[in-house]
Structure formats: C-alpha cells, structure tokens
C-alpha cells in the first residue's frame, strides 16, 4: 500500500472530524474511531490492495458530511445548555385551579398592612379593586368598614392625642383650698361608648377581610383550570439562582434592606427550576421584608 493511499484516508478522516465537529464530543469521537476501524480492517484483511481500491472504499462510505448527518438523525437532540442548571429541558404544561393570591394579598394588606399607615393599607385598596372576583358592593364595603385600616385608627389615636383636662385650686379668705374649674381640650368618645368602637374598628375588617376571600374562594373554584409550566422531570432544583434568591430574601433582608428583596425576587422569578406557584411564594415573602424595614421606621418615629 501506496504512501499516497494513507495520505488520502488521512485527508478522508479530516473531512469526517470536520464535520462532526457539530455533534457531541463523545459521538464525534466515536463516530470518526468507528470509521477509522473500518477502514483500517478492511486494509489490513486484503480487501483493499492499492490506490484505486482505497477510493472504491471511501466512495461506498459515504462522504463525511452525509455521514455525520445520518448520525445525527439517529441520536437524540441534546437539551440547550443552562448556564445556571446545565442542560435544561423545555418545561413541562400542567394545570392548576385558579388560586385568589391577588384577594389574600388585598386583605392583608387593609387589615395587618395598616401597620405601616396609610401605606399598606392604600396598597391593599389598589389591590381589591384590581380584583375581578368582588362585586363593586363588596369591594365598596371592604374600603369604607374602616379607612385606612385598624391599626392606622391606632395610629391617628396617638397623633391627636385623646382628651386631656386640668383644674386649678386656690384658697379663701380663711385659707381653705377651694377646687377650681375643669378645663379640657381635645375630643374623646366616653369609655361605654369609645370601647365598643375600638374594638369594632379593630376586628371588623378582619371579619369582613375572612367574609370576601370565602366568597371569593367560591367564585374562583368554579373558573377553567389555568395552564402553567412547571420544569421536566429531573431539572435541578437547587442551583445558583435559587440559592442566591433564598439568601437574598431571609439573611439579605436585614443586611441589606429594600434591595436584597429586589434582587432575591427578581432571582426567583428569573428561576428555570421553581414553579410559578414558588415564585409568587417568594414575592409574599419580599414584599413582606420591604414592608418590615417601612414599619420600623414609623416605629422609631413614634
């Protein structure tokens, strides 16, 4: 056998490496060896004896680029690559009941958000009238049963102050002291009725708060089933974003206030591996350290 024959299977195998340079690494490598044993077999067992017998042989093989195209064809496409998880799979369609995440997150934030005046509770407010599972009635109701919250009446309470009186006491002739007139300022209810409306004021909007997500429960159990995406089988579940958003919206909160609850949500929702209903677990739980920081301030300031 010619040098000229081994320069022209050398040249062949070169096309092939070529062209599967396409294909994964470990394929390309065992594509190009399977073609190179057979070749080497056929020349080591006489069936190829000179120049012309070689090209005979190649020509029956086929030309790389079809070759590495039959290839191809006959394994499985490999999933893109994750730069966070590695290989991703396309996630998978499920169905999920509609959930009333939009109505809780409204109640909360007109009954336990009032903590931070005015604020959360005019939040909440936006929020409920967003909603599509009240009637005008209800949503009318759950604004005017107590402007701006229970704990905003708490709050007004402290700022006016409540009533206060004072007298004064002089003596007479004989220099006995004689009680002088009382003098009060500001505004109080009397305590049989003032109690009665605080207590009313504080508990009211959370029986009317349990009172409209009970019928909103209701309206939402009776709506289509929502498509949703949930990640393939076998997907990791804990790779640098999700760890970074767990770390971001627990420890990062109180380091770090308002922008690690920032970054962590937008980690979270950015998350291949978390489901959707994950992720609006995750924006509670930022939404709640953006408020904690806003209490503490008002806190402070009182």
Not at 85 to 95: N, S
Not at 193 to 201: R, Y
Not at 273 to 279: D, G, N, V, Y
Request: hydrophobic share 50%.
């Amino acid at each position: 056998m010619s040098d000229y024959s081994d320069a022209i299977v050398a040249e062949y195998l070169r096309r092939l490496e070529h062209a599967a340079a396409t294909l994964a690494p470990d394929r390309r490598t065992e594509l190009v060896g399977e073609i190179a044993e057979h070749i080497a077999h056929a020349r080591a067992a006489g069936e190829v004896t000179d120049e012309a017998g070689v090209r005979d042989l190649l020509d029956r093989l086929g030309e790389p680029d079809d070759i590495v195209a039959e290839a191809r064809e006959s394994e499985p496409e490999a999933p893109p690559f994750n730069p966070y998880t590695g290989p991703y799979a396309p996630p998978v369609q499920q169905f999920r009941t509609p959930g009333i995440g939009l109505e809780i997150g409204a109640v909360l934030l007109m009954t336990l958000g009032s903590l931070v005046p005015f604020v959360g509770w005019l939040a909440g407010a936006v929020l409920l009238w967003a909603s599509r599972r009240f009637t005008v009635g209800e949503k009318i109701l759950a604004t005017l049963v107590v402007p701006g919250g229970p704990f905003t009446i708490l709050f007004v309470g402290g700022l006016m102050g409540g009533q206060s009186c004072s007298s004064s006491s002089t003596t007479d002739g004989a220099g006995n002291f004689v009680q002088g007139p009382t003098t009060c300022s500001g505004f109080a209810f009397p305590p049989w009725l003032g109690v009665p409306l605080l207590i009313i004021a504080l508990v009211g909007p959370f029986v009317i708060g349990g009172f409209l997500l009970r019928r909103a429960g209701a309206r939402a159990s009776l709506e289509a089933p929502i498509p949703v995406f949930a990640p393939a089988p076998g997907t990791p579940r804990w790779g640098g974003l999700e760890i970074a958003a767990v770390l971001l919206l627990s420890v990062g909160g109180f380091v770090v206030p308002f922008l690690a609850p920032i970054g962590g949500l937008v980690c979270a929702w950015i998350s291949p591996a978390w489901t959707t209903t994950e992720k609006w677990v995750a924006t509670a739980i930022a939404s709640l350290m953006l408020l904690l920081p806003i209490a503490g301030l008002v806190a402070l300031r009182l």
